[in-house]
Protein backbone atom coordinates (compact mmCIF):
# COMPACT_ATOMS: atom_id res chain seq x y z
CA UNK A 1 0.00 0.00 0.00
CA UNK A 2 0.93 3.54 -0.87
CA UNK A 3 0.42 6.41 1.65
CA UNK A 4 -2.62 8.27 0.57
CA UNK A 5 -3.85 10.27 3.21
CA UNK A 6 -2.43 11.98 6.53
CA UNK A 7 -3.75 12.74 9.44
CA UNK A 8 -3.10 15.32 11.71
CA UNK A 9 -3.82 16.19 15.36
CA UNK A 10 -4.55 20.11 16.22
CA UNK A 11 -2.77 20.90 19.83
CA UNK A 12 1.17 20.24 19.63
CA UNK A 13 0.70 19.47 16.03
CA UNK A 14 -0.59 22.17 13.94
CA UNK A 15 -1.10 25.13 16.53
CA UNK A 16 0.98 25.94 19.72
CA UNK A 17 -0.38 23.84 22.92
CA UNK A 18 -1.56 26.01 25.19
CA UNK A 19 -4.61 25.10 26.70
CA UNK A 20 -4.34 24.93 30.97
CA UNK A 21 -5.67 21.30 30.62
CA UNK A 22 -4.83 20.74 34.70
CA UNK A 23 -7.89 23.93 35.45
CA UNK A 24 -9.89 22.11 33.23
CA UNK A 25 -9.26 18.79 34.68
CA UNK A 26 -9.64 20.59 38.53
CA UNK A 27 -12.73 22.69 37.10
CA UNK A 28 -14.43 19.43 35.89
CA UNK A 29 -13.10 17.14 39.15
CA UNK A 30 -15.15 19.25 41.62
CA UNK A 31 -18.28 19.95 38.72
CA UNK A 32 -18.35 15.49 39.09
CA UNK A 33 -17.75 15.30 42.86
CA UNK A 34 -20.85 17.86 42.71
CA UNK A 35 -22.33 15.07 40.87
CA UNK A 36 -22.17 12.70 43.56
CA UNK A 37 -18.88 10.65 42.23
CA UNK A 38 -16.38 9.80 45.51
CA UNK A 39 -13.62 12.17 45.53
CA UNK A 40 -11.16 9.46 46.31
CA UNK A 41 -11.85 7.65 42.39
CA UNK A 42 -11.20 11.02 40.36
CA UNK A 43 -7.75 12.43 39.97
CA UNK A 44 -6.63 15.96 38.54
CA UNK A 45 -3.50 13.74 37.34
CA UNK A 46 -6.19 11.87 34.35
CA UNK A 47 -7.98 13.38 31.60
CA UNK A 48 -11.54 14.56 31.65
CA UNK A 49 -12.27 11.69 29.26
CA UNK A 50 -10.84 9.42 31.59
CA UNK A 51 -12.80 10.95 34.23
CA UNK A 52 -15.89 10.55 31.92
CA UNK A 53 -15.40 7.28 31.47
CA UNK A 54 -15.40 6.63 35.53
CA UNK A 55 -18.53 8.39 35.83
CA UNK A 56 -20.31 6.41 33.08
CA UNK A 57 -19.91 3.81 35.08
CA UNK A 58 -20.64 4.88 38.17
CA UNK A 59 -23.93 6.53 37.10
CA UNK A 60 -24.76 2.70 35.46
CA UNK A 61 -23.81 1.49 39.20
CA UNK A 62 -25.98 3.81 41.04
CA UNK A 63 -28.94 3.06 38.32
CA UNK A 64 -29.25 6.58 36.96
CA UNK A 65 -30.53 6.89 33.23
CA UNK A 66 -28.66 7.16 30.23
CA UNK A 67 -30.04 11.02 30.38
CA UNK A 68 -28.11 12.07 33.46
CA UNK A 69 -24.79 11.09 32.39
CA UNK A 70 -25.39 12.96 29.12
CA UNK A 71 -25.99 15.37 31.39
CA UNK A 72 -23.39 15.89 33.00
CA UNK A 73 -21.00 15.05 29.97
CA UNK A 74 -22.11 17.89 28.34
CA UNK A 75 -21.31 20.15 31.27
CA UNK A 76 -17.75 18.84 31.67
CA UNK A 77 -17.27 19.64 27.75
CA UNK A 78 -18.56 23.29 28.03
CA UNK A 79 -15.67 23.41 30.89
CA UNK A 80 -13.23 22.15 28.10
CA UNK A 81 -14.70 23.92 25.59
CA UNK A 82 -14.60 27.52 27.30
CA UNK A 83 -10.50 26.81 28.37
CA UNK A 84 -10.13 25.89 24.56
CA UNK A 85 -11.98 28.53 22.74
CA UNK A 86 -10.21 31.51 25.38
CA UNK A 87 -6.33 29.53 24.02
CA UNK A 88 -7.25 29.43 20.81
CA UNK A 89 -7.51 33.71 20.61
CA UNK A 90 -3.72 33.69 21.60
CA UNK A 91 -2.36 30.69 19.68
CA UNK A 92 -0.03 29.89 16.99
CA UNK A 93 0.49 28.17 14.24
CA UNK A 94 3.50 25.70 14.35
CA UNK A 95 6.47 26.14 12.28
CA UNK A 96 6.11 25.08 8.83
CA UNK A 97 2.43 24.30 8.79
CA UNK A 98 1.30 26.54 5.86
CA UNK A 99 4.04 25.02 4.11
CA UNK A 100 3.69 21.40 4.71
CA UNK A 101 -0.18 21.43 4.11
CA UNK A 102 0.05 23.13 0.80
CA UNK A 103 2.64 20.42 -0.21
CA UNK A 104 0.46 17.24 0.88
CA UNK A 105 -1.98 19.18 -1.47
CA UNK A 106 -0.29 19.28 -4.57
CA UNK A 107 0.75 15.59 -3.86
CA UNK A 108 -2.23 15.20 -4.41
CA UNK A 109 -2.78 13.42 -0.82
CA UNK A 110 -6.17 13.17 1.57
CA UNK A 111 -5.67 15.40 4.72
CA UNK A 112 -7.46 14.94 8.06
CA UNK A 113 -7.96 16.76 10.97
CA UNK A 114 -8.78 14.14 14.38
CA UNK A 115 -8.55 16.24 17.45
CA UNK A 116 -9.62 15.51 20.76
CA UNK A 117 -10.96 19.30 20.80
CA UNK A 118 -14.34 20.83 20.62
CA UNK A 119 -15.83 21.83 17.36
CA UNK A 120 -15.96 25.28 17.92
CA UNK A 121 -12.23 25.84 18.94
CA UNK A 122 -11.17 23.74 16.30
CA UNK A 123 -12.94 25.42 13.43
CA UNK A 124 -11.76 29.00 15.31
CA UNK A 125 -8.42 27.96 14.57
CA UNK A 126 -8.92 27.04 11.21
CA UNK A 127 -10.89 30.08 10.04
CA UNK A 128 -8.29 32.19 11.96
CA UNK A 129 -5.12 30.61 10.31
CA UNK A 130 -7.26 30.39 6.81
CA UNK A 131 -6.16 26.80 6.99
CA UNK A 132 -9.75 24.99 6.57
CA UNK A 133 -9.45 24.53 2.88
CA UNK A 134 -7.08 22.16 3.28
CA UNK A 135 -8.61 19.50 5.33
CA UNK A 136 -10.88 17.02 3.51
CA UNK A 137 -11.93 15.72 6.52
CA UNK A 138 -12.34 17.46 10.04
CA UNK A 139 -13.38 15.20 13.31
CA UNK A 140 -13.83 16.99 16.80
CA UNK A 141 -14.39 15.08 19.84
CA UNK A 142 -17.83 15.91 19.07
CA UNK A 143 -18.28 13.83 16.23
CA UNK A 144 -17.85 10.69 18.32
CA UNK A 145 -18.69 8.89 21.42
CA UNK A 146 -14.91 7.93 22.64
CA UNK A 147 -11.73 10.06 21.95
CA UNK A 148 -8.62 9.03 21.01
CA UNK A 149 -6.88 6.40 22.05
CA UNK A 150 -10.33 4.90 21.10
CA UNK A 151 -9.99 3.98 17.92
CA UNK A 152 -13.87 5.02 17.12
CA UNK A 153 -12.00 8.14 16.66
CA UNK A 154 -9.57 7.60 13.67
CA UNK A 155 -11.65 5.34 12.11
CA UNK A 156 -14.28 8.27 11.90
CA UNK A 157 -11.61 10.08 9.70
CA UNK A 158 -10.87 7.36 7.79
CA UNK A 159 -14.33 6.57 7.26
CA UNK A 160 -14.97 10.36 5.82
CA UNK A 161 -11.70 10.21 3.91
CA UNK A 162 -12.25 7.34 2.32
CA UNK A 163 -8.80 5.11 3.17
CA UNK A 164 -8.04 2.02 4.37
CA UNK A 165 -5.81 1.89 7.71
CA UNK A 166 -2.86 1.07 6.00
CA UNK A 167 -3.05 3.95 3.52
CA UNK A 168 -2.44 6.77 5.78
CA UNK A 169 -0.05 8.33 7.96
CA UNK A 170 -0.85 9.93 11.37
CA UNK A 171 1.39 13.14 12.57
CA UNK A 172 0.69 13.82 16.53
CA UNK A 173 2.63 15.10 19.34
CA UNK A 174 0.96 13.01 22.14
CA UNK A 175 0.73 9.30 23.06
CA UNK A 176 -2.58 8.97 22.46
CA UNK A 177 -2.11 9.88 18.89
CA UNK A 178 0.80 6.78 18.48
CA UNK A 179 -1.32 4.32 20.81
CA UNK A 180 -4.25 4.97 18.15
CA UNK A 181 -2.95 4.93 14.88
CA UNK A 182 -0.46 1.91 16.28
CA UNK A 183 -3.55 -0.09 17.36
CA UNK A 184 -5.21 0.33 13.49
CA UNK A 185 -1.98 -0.62 12.10
CA UNK A 186 -1.71 3.18 10.35
CA UNK A 187 1.66 4.31 10.16
CA UNK A 188 2.62 6.39 13.27
CA UNK A 189 4.99 9.62 13.14
CA UNK A 190 5.76 11.47 16.66
CA UNK A 191 6.43 15.09 16.56
CA UNK A 192 7.45 15.55 20.11
CA UNK A 193 6.79 19.86 20.46
CA UNK A 194 3.80 19.44 22.47
CA UNK A 195 2.91 16.84 25.62
CA UNK A 196 5.46 14.18 24.95
CA UNK A 197 8.56 13.32 25.10
CA UNK A 198 10.58 11.01 22.45
CA UNK A 199 10.52 8.33 24.34
CA UNK A 200 7.28 8.43 25.62
CA UNK A 201 6.42 8.90 21.68
CA UNK A 202 8.53 5.57 20.23
CA UNK A 203 7.28 3.44 23.75
CA UNK A 204 3.78 4.29 22.82
CA UNK A 205 4.17 2.77 18.70
CA UNK A 206 5.72 5.75 16.50
CA UNK A 207 7.32 4.00 13.58
CA UNK A 208 9.35 7.57 13.00
CA UNK A 209 10.33 11.01 14.56
CA UNK A 210 10.43 14.03 13.06
CA UNK A 211 11.80 17.49 14.51
CA UNK A 212 9.39 19.82 11.73
CA UNK A 213 5.96 19.05 10.23
CA UNK A 214 8.36 20.38 6.96
CA UNK A 215 9.92 16.79 7.19
CA UNK A 216 6.99 14.80 6.27
CA UNK A 217 6.55 15.39 2.47
CA UNK A 218 10.12 13.52 1.89
CA UNK A 219 9.01 10.88 5.00
CA UNK A 220 5.93 9.98 2.43
CA UNK A 221 7.81 10.29 -0.83
CA UNK A 222 10.42 7.74 0.70
CA UNK A 223 7.81 5.44 1.46
CA UNK A 224 5.89 5.70 -1.68
CA UNK A 225 8.65 4.72 -3.40
CA UNK A 226 8.60 1.03 -2.34
CA UNK A 227 5.21 0.81 -1.49
CA UNK A 228 4.27 -2.55 0.16
CA UNK A 229 7.71 -2.80 2.32
CA UNK A 230 6.65 -0.46 5.19
CA UNK A 231 6.87 -2.78 8.69
CA UNK A 232 3.91 -1.59 11.19
CA UNK A 233 6.02 -3.04 14.23
CA UNK A 234 9.16 -0.63 12.89
CA UNK A 235 10.01 1.72 15.82
CA UNK A 236 11.25 4.75 15.38
CA UNK A 237 15.27 5.37 16.13
Given at each position: ??????????????????????????????????????????????????????????????GQSK????????????????HELD??????????????????????????????????????????????????????????????????????????????????????????????????????????????????????????????????PNLI?????????????????
Open positions: MVVKAVVFDLDGTLASFNVDYRTVRAEARSLLIRAGLPPSILSINESIFEMLKKTEIFVKNNEAFAEIRSKVLAIAEKAAKTTSLLPGVLETLQTLKQMRLKIGLCTINGEKSTNYILKRFRITKFFDSITPRNSVKYVKPNTEHLEATLKALDVKPEEIMVAGDSRVDMKCAKELKAIAVGLPTGVSSPKELIDSGANYLITSLTDLENINRTPGTFDPSRTAD
